[in-house]
Every structure is written in structure tokens, then in C-alpha cells.
């Protein structure tokens, strides 16, 4: 069923909830905007099977491709700012914690540039890139949404 209803969207994005005896689970499934609808129909079967294989005894799951992307939870699906961004430093030395601050800045707007864009778009499909400079040494991040 989410399969056939991302691919058949004009945003390529769709939401189930399952009746499962006495449990409810809940789907979210979105493809890239650049991909057609046979492909986008491909990729979320793909990653419904691999997540059944793989996740079968969780509550819930999230599995992103190059090309879709796919959410089951037996909890119903909210979208919170706070879920877009969880950072975890994973060292402590002090020469990483310059780089780590700028490169949380820059993930910071790159996500809200892209999330933005794709909103005002009839596909909800966007790309985008943000630079930071530590140390004269320039980084690049890509972001898509």
C-alpha cells in the first residue's frame, strides 16, 4: 500500500497507519523529486522488505536509500524541529571543538535553507550546500530535504 501511494503522489510522499491485531503502525515514505514514479515504487518496497528483515523485533525504524527514504513506528509519527538535528561530539580534545562549533552552525543553516526551499516547491524536493572556514581551511557540507 505505501509503495503504490508515495509513487502515485505528486510530491512523492505518503503516510499509512496498518491495523495489526490489536496494534496500529504508522508509515512515512518520500522519494527524491528527481526520481519517477516506478523507481520511487521500487525503492520504498526495497526498503519495506530490508526493514522487516532487519528491524523485525523493534518498535520502530527509520531506513534511508539514495533514493527514498522510509519510517515505521508503532507510535504515530510527529514531526518536531528538535528532531532534525541531534550532534553528538565524540571527542574532547580541544583543537576539535572549533571545528565541531562551526560545523554545527553551518549544518544548522544549511537545514533550514533546504527544509525551506523544498516546502515552497510542488515536488517538497530540494538540494543545497553550505561552506564554513576554520583555520583557513575551507569545508563544504551538502544537504538534501
Known amino acids: 500500500m505505501l509503495p503504490l501511494k508515495v509513487s502515485s ?5 505518503a503516510r499509512v497507519t496498518a491495523n495489526l491485531e490489536e496494534e496500529h503502525m ?6 527524491r523529486g528527481d526520481t519517477n514514479s516506478t523507481t520511487c515504487k521500487n525503492c520504498i518496497s526495497q526498503a519495506l522488505r530490508d526493514v522487516q528483515m532487519v528491524c523485525s523485533l523493534r518498535m520502530q525504524a527509520i531506513i534511508h536509500y539514495d533514493l527514498c527514504s522510509l519510517r515505521i513506528s508503532s507510535e504515530k509519527i510527529h514531526f518536531d524541529r528538535n ?3 541531534h550532534l553528538i561530539v565524540m ?3 580541544k583543537s ?7 560545523f554545527d552552525k553551518a549544518v544548522i543553516l544549511l537545514i533550514t535553507a533546504v527544509a525551506s526551499k523544498a516546502s515552497n516547491l510542488s515536488t517538497k524536493f530540494a ?3 553550505e561552506m564554513f572556514l576554520v583555520d583557513n581551511y575551507k569545508y563544504t557540507i551538502f544537504g538534501l530535504a
Do not use: N, P, W
Not at 26 to 31: T, V
Open 9 to 13: 503522489s505528486a510530491t512523492l510522499f
Open 26 to 31: 504508522y508509515a512515512i515514505g518520500h522519494c
Open 127 to 129: 538540494t543545497g550546500q
Open 91 to 93: 571527542r574532547s580534545d
Open 96 to 102: 576539535y571543538i572549533k571545528i565541531q562549533q562551526e
Open 83 to 85: 528532531d532534525m538535528v
